[in-house]
């Protein structure tokens, strides 16, 4: 059976689906191997294909992306403004305890910890106003998390330090970091 060949307008919409991030209109030629016009043409072609869709295509002179159409920003926004009603699952109040007794912690640093990916439930704790965002000052690249202070004034401290058991809490949470380190021999 012969695979039939898609369309270039087809093929931008599926890296753009995939990356999920704004993409460049020269590293979409380059992907394809295609002219810059041949982009532009594709890029309007589908455009218009999505013009009355769930999905648009936001762009400026130099990227495109797929977003959500403006038409369902009304949804969204009383979507947002449930899931920040919602409790906090038992995995967010995991990573809020280790940001709290951690003070200030990569993303890295919390995978490690839970072993799994907490990218998501980090986002949501920002959006829900748990955890402010800040660069590592010894790596650029590298972003903490800290309690934010809405936290802390909620839960009725000044500071993570204050919290109760912080000392013993503080130590038993680096003896268990060492006890995986020491399991994984790293």
Avoid: H, W
Wanted: charged fraction near 30%.
């Amino acid at each position: 059976m012969e695979k039939e060949e898609l369309s270039l307008t087809s093929k931008i919409e599926a890296l753009l689906f995939y990356k999920g991030e704004p993409v460049s209109f020269s590293s979409i030629a380059k992907s394809f191997n295609a002219s810059a016009e041949e982009v532009q043409n594709s890029i309007s072609e589908l455009k218009n294909s999505l013009n009355e869709r769930g999905v648009c295509l936001v762009q400026n002179e130099k990227e495109v992306m797929l977003g959500t159409n403006p038409k369902m920003s009304s949804f969204f926004e009383e979507m947002r403004k449930e899931e920040l009603n919602k409790e906090l699952s038992k995995a967010s109040l995991e990573t809020l305890s280790i940001v709290l007794y951690k003070e200030k912690v990569s993303r890295a640093e919390i995978d490690f910890i839970r072993g799994v990916n907490s990218t998501f439930i980090l986002r949501n704790l920002a959006v829900r106003g748990l955890v402010d965002k800040e660069q590592d000052p010894k790596d650029s690249r590298v972003s903490l998390f800290k309690p934010s202070l809405e936290l802390l004034s909620y839960l009725g401290v000044s500071s993570s330090k204050d919290l109760p058991n912080y000392e013993e809490i503080v130590v038993r949470l680096q003896n268990k970091i060492e006890d995986i380190q020491n399991e994984n021999n790293i």
